[in-house]
């Protein structure tokens, strides 16, 4: 039977070539609109490491109080006093710090000028816990954080602008004016948001950081943040009179993270982290309640301190679905128009001894089948919206879009399953149709 009705379909929309192909056409529009932007969002909206991100937590302590911080939320970023506190109690299996800074890049050829070069500086645990991939050699040891050695990780981008793309590792390179041994080469890895350091840049789908220095080095060089710096104070750079009075001082510039792999370990550095806190109110250091923080890698990007998706791609995203419901509206009244013009036909079939299922069955067919046209035109002008969405959304977030298998798939369920729902009422109507009416009105 299913053969018979598709038969029919096909015999329909030979008849109705300019009804069927406006249906088509108002599907592969919407339904193209829809998932162009769907792609986008679920670009920057996605899990960056979703077979971790259950196991890495951002512990925050409000240094603030209660008279300073946003509406009860500790700072997003730690104290040099909570950060160095953390690290050293050393309470989780591995535990990171990281701020962003600005280093001059000597190359050792005369031909070459010197350069900017934006990096972070980190501890140790970094490249475990993000599960950074070395092109060659690998990250520092613990004991280099405790000696602040003079090493460095740079990027396979550095590594090829340099040293021509070779295994670099043992080389120096200079970084304002101090020399540092190369220990690792970063394989193409370029984590989208940059989740681990979203607080501490202005945009978190930016370039990767080309350099990665021993956090150690940094504070020991007194070396300045280059991301953000604020205090309680709301001053966004106070004027403190030297490097020991930043160490000292409440304001926030830096990001910690910590790995936790069970739910037992989860419990247990919470409670650590409110006694911490309670501990600093004993000492006097804080004068309110204990006021602290333990999020995972999606729980923190979705703080709205960040904004990490764009409001463009979900704004375009709520406008492309909107434009898919007026499509589809349209779409129900064609439908409407195109299975009522078939009444008399449909008498004759009930008259013969159809029944309404077999009405129901032959018009979701003939809607499924159009709905499936309207999914292959729809998958033409997906790919053709891809090509050019760089010019919409923001270029590094539009490069993130891909058109795989899974978009491609949805694509064609969104038009199949769109139509149907839109004929379901017309096919209703169609199949209330009464037989005697039509054959007298005929007679």
């Not at 946003?70 to 950060?83: C, F, K, N, R, V």
């Not at 050792?108 to 140790?124: I, K, L, W, Y």
């Not at 101090?178 to 193409?188: F, K, M, P, Q």
Request: aromatic share 12%.
């Amino acid at each position: 039977m299913l053969t018979y009705y598709f038969d029919l379909a096909w015999r329909s929309c030979r008849r109705s070539k300019a009804l069927t192909a406006l249906v088509v056409l108002l599907m592969g529009c919407g339904v193209a609109t829809c998932m162009v932007s769907f792609a986008v969002f679920r670009a920057a909206a996605a899990d960056p490491i979703p077979w971790k991100s259950h196991q890495l937590f951002v512990p925050q302590v409000d240094s603030f109080g209660p008279a300073h911080n946003w509406q009860g939320e500790p700072p997003i970023l730690l104290s040099y006093t909570d950060a160095v506190a953390l690290l050293h109690a050393r309470q989780a299996r591995r535990q990171v710090l990281i701020y962003g800074g600005k280093w001059t890049v000597l190359p050792d050829d005369a031909r070459q000028q010197p350069f900017p070069q934006e990096g972070d500086a980190v501890s140790s645990d970094f490249f475990a816990m993000f599960d950074a991939r070395f092109r060659y050699g690998g990250g520092w040891s613990v004991h280099d954080d405790e000696q602040r050695a003079a090493v460095v990780v740079i990027s396979s981008t550095l590594n090829r602008k340099l040293f021509g793309g070779a295994d670099s590792v043992g080389r120096e390179i200079e970084l304002d004016a101090h020399a540092y041994r190369i220990v690792g080469v970063l394989d193409d890895w370029e984590p989208r948001p940059r989740f681990f350091d979203v607080s501490s840049t202005w945009y978190p789908f930016s370039r990767p950081r080309q350099l990665y220095l021993p956090f150690s080095r940094a504070i020991d060089l007194q070396k300045a943040t280059a991301g953000q710096f604020y205090c309680s104070t709301n001053t966004v750079d106070p004027d403190l009179p030297n490097w020991d009075s930043v160490l000292h001082s409440e304001c926030a510039w830096i990001a910690a993270w910590v790995e936790l792999p069970t739910h037992a370990d989860v419990g247990r550095y919470r409670d650590w982290l409110r006694n911490y806190a309670a501990e600093q109110q004993r000492l006097g250091r804080f004068g309110w309640a204990p006021n602290v923080r333990l999020s995972d890698v999606m729980q923190w990007l979705r703080q709205d301190s960040f904004n990490v998706v764009p409001k463009s791609s979900a704004l375009a995203l709520v406008v492309s679905v909107s434009f898919l419901l007026i499509c589809l509206v349209n779409v129900v009244g064609l439908m409407l128009a195109r299975f009522m013009r078939r009444a008399p036909e449909i008498g004759v079939r009930r008259a013969l001894g159809a029944s309404r299922g077999a009405i129901y069955r032959q018009f979701l067919t003939e809607a499924a089948a159009i709905g499936l046209a309207g999914g292959v035109l729809g998958l033409l002008l997906t790919a053709l919206g891809m090509v050019g969405i760089g010019h919409v959304f923001e270029p590094e977030i539009a490069r993130l879009a891909r058109l795989d298998a899974s978009l491609l798939l949805l694509t064609v369920l969104v038009a199949l399953l769109t139509t149907v729902i839109a004929a379901l009422y017309p096919t209703w109507r169609a199949a209330q149709v009464q037989p005697a009416w039509q054959l007298k009105s005929n007679g």
